[in-house]
């Protein structure tokens, strides 16, 4: 298993680009989640996935779309980037029900900076 | 709502000297807890966590929690630090129940001295 994969790993966008942050699991787990890391914040979630279908969002979700169209991979899209989405994005997921929905698998990362 | 404290954005111990790294969480109703701790340039990896089961937790790589309802704390330990268990640490607390929203302390980097 490859777990959960990220790509790229690092990106700089200029203000008001678009792009697509890939994230993709090979677990078959239902739930996946996208989460931002900022300096001396800890990590907030932006949207998340109760499975393909069905997204909803998290704290933080402005400027941010997602979709889920299949189990594998859950995507998040920033339409009109912004020097306040630079940030390290972490893409997580688990199994669905307890317990196992406890233990979330996280990504290796995608560092992106906006000028 | 819920919230995570983290006491210290640093610690500092030496090799084989004792790990006590603190979180304190708000919750209004019983809560589940977790640490997570990321190396350099990585995702993050569950240490261990705390789901109203026992309420001493034990975790990989020799690490321990508590979880004390009348303290609202959930402090991680270990007896004897090593050179590896150099990295962050994330405390964070979710409610019972489907998708797991994690709400993270801000951190603690473990800094390990010879």
């Known amino acids: 298993n490859a777990g959960v994969t990220q790509t790229p790993k690092f990106q700089v966008l200029k203000t008001g680009q678009s792009m697509t942050l890939q994230c993709a699991q090979d677990?078959?787990?239902?739930?996946m989640s996208w989460y931002r890391q900022d300096p001396g914040m800890g990590l907030r979630l932006i949207h998340y996935s109760v499975g393909a279908g069905i997204t909803d969002q998290g704290e933080v979700p402005n400027g941010y779309n997602v979709s889920r169209s299949t189990t594998e991979d859950f995507p998040l899209r920033l339409l009109s980037a912004a020097p306040s989405q630079t940030s390290v994005y972490f893409c997580a997921s688990s199994y669905k029900g307890f317990p196992l929905s406890y233990e979330q698998y996280f990504g290796p990362g995608t560092r992106l900076t906006v000028t | 709502a819920q919230s995570v404290t983290q006491l210290g954005s640093h610690v500092s111990v030496s090799e084989g000297a004792l790990v006590l790294l603190r979180c304190n969480y708000s919750?209004?109703?019983?809560?589940?807890l977790f640490w997570y701790v990321q190396y350099p340039n990585q995702g993050l990896q569950l240490l261990l966590k705390y789901t109203s089961a026992a309420t001493l937790v034990k975790g990989i790589n020799g690490f321990e929690a508590e979880f004390k309802k009348s303290e609202t704390s959930f402090h991680l330990t270990k007896p004897s630090a090593h050179m590896s268990d150099a990295a962050e640490y994330f405390c964070a607390v979710s409610q019972p129940g489907g998708f797991q929203k994690l709400v993270f302390g801000t951190g603690t980097r473990l800094l390990v001295s010879p």
């Open positions: 919750s209004s109703v019983p809560p589940y």
């Open positions: 677990m078959n787990h239902e739930y």
